[in-house]
Each structure stands twice: as structure tokens, then as C-alpha cells.
């Protein structure tokens, strides 16, 4: 993905503010040899870019000052409770920088897979997105698990991703965390059928009922 960013010479509150009423967005390019940039972005732009999953997983071409430069998106502000960014910070890279970056996962086959066509489970996505480590050319969008071959109560874990060359999960906590869990949907409790005594015969309940006064 490509965009274009602008240098930007003031910074500080009043001049970010200035930015933010013109519809810019101020930023920060830093990493490799070159000294950190000041930059600004167009607003929307930036905005409809940010819904983009790729543009929060992939290398992207920043195009400044004439020159495109390789960049990753490291962090942006959002305001509390309007939609609008604040502020983006992006990071240098080339091909031999070592990256660690968290990536989204695409579950694919789940509808074909025994637990759901045959068994009818629920497939839970425990984890959606995954930490990795590896050289910047070689940073994929996604991970890919395929639920295919998932059968009843069975669980993926870490350890059975395909993981492209090069690429390496990073974990904290459990070594091997679980990635997919299956579970038997809960049935509807049959209710049992509510049985009533059968009521007295209303001579007997007389004669009862005089047998008491004596």
C-alpha cells in the first residue's frame, strides 16, 4: 500500500491543533540511519486507510519529499469519542531489519471441518491475532490456519500453524498457547410433564367433611 505524507517544520500543541482544524493529521517517521521526520498526512485519507488490514500489517511505501521510502505502521491516537486521528508514528525498515509486529488470523474451512458439518460444535477463535518475529520482506498480512481437518473436541494450538519461512510466533506466558477450540452445543432440558392429583369425588368430600365436625 502507498501514501503520501508532507514534511512538517512546526511542532508542539498550538501547532498540532493548527493541523487538526485543517484537516491533517501530524505524525513522526523514525528508525534506519536517517534522523526521525516530522510529517503530516490528509485526514480522511489516513482515516479510511486505518480501516484497511493491511495497512496495519503490511510494508508500506511512504512517499515524502519526492523519495518513497519502506515503512511500518508502529502506533496511532485516536480521540476518545470522535473519529478522528490525532496522531501516527511509522518505523524505517528494509529488507534486513528484524521486525516484531503482531498479525491478524484468517480461520478458513471451518464450515467444511467434521466438528461443524458432521458433529455440528462450535468452533471457538480463541486467539484472532498472533505476535511474530521475522526480517521486514518477510512480514505476511495474515496467518493462515486451516480449520479443515478439525474434528470433535479436538484443539490447535500454536505448534500446528503453518508458519511462512523465516517467520517465528512470539509467545509470553504459555510456550504454546491454544489457537482453536471446538465445544458441543448445550441442548434444551426436555421439561417433564406436570402431573396433578386427580380430585376427590364431591360426595366423599362431604362426608368428609362432616366425619371432621363430629
Do not use: W
Amino acid at each position: 500500500m502507498k501514501f503520501v505524507a508532507f514534511e512538517r517544520k512546526l511542532q508542539g500543541t498550538g501547532a498540532s491543533r493548527r493541523l487538526r482544524l485543517a484537516d491533517k493529521v501530524p505524525g513522526i517517521v523514525y528508525g534506519g540511519s536517517a534522523t526521525p521526520s516530522l510529517i503530516e498526512l490528509d485526514h480522511n485519507a489516513l482515516f479510511h486507510a486505518l480501516k484497511k488490514e493491511a495497512f496495519h500489517s503490511s510494508i508500506l511505501e511512504m512517499e515524502l519529499g519526492g523519495k518513497t521510502e519502506q515503512v511500518l505502521l508502529r502506533d496511532y491516537q485516536l480521540h476518545p469519542f470522535r473519529q478522528i486521528v490525532l496522531h501516527i508514528d511509522f518505523q524505517r525498515v528494509d529488507a534486513t531489519t528484524m521486525i516484531t509486529k503482531k498479525v491478524p488470523l484468517h480461520f478458513v474451512n471451518e464450515e467444511n471441518s467434521p466438528a461443524v458439518k458432521t458433529d455440528k460444535c462450535l468452533v471457538n477463535h480463541v486467539v484472532t491475532e498472533l505476535r511474530i518475529s521475522c526480517l521486514a520482506k518477510a512480514l505476511p498480512e495474515f496467518l493462515t490456519v486451516d480449520l479443515n481437518e478439525l474434528t470433535k473436541g479436538q484443539a490447535l494450538h500454536v505448534s500446528d500453524l503453518k508458519l511462512p519461512a523465516g517467520v517465528k510466533v512470539v509467545t509470553q506466558g504459555k510456550p504454546n498457547p491454544v489457537i482453536v477450540s471446538t465445544s458441543v452445543p448445550v441442548e434444551e432440558a426436555e421439561i417433564a410433564p406436570v402431573v396433578t392429583a386427580p380430585a376427590a369425588p364431591a360426595g366423599k368430600a362431604k362426608k368428609s367433611e362432616k366425619q371432621n365436625k363430629k
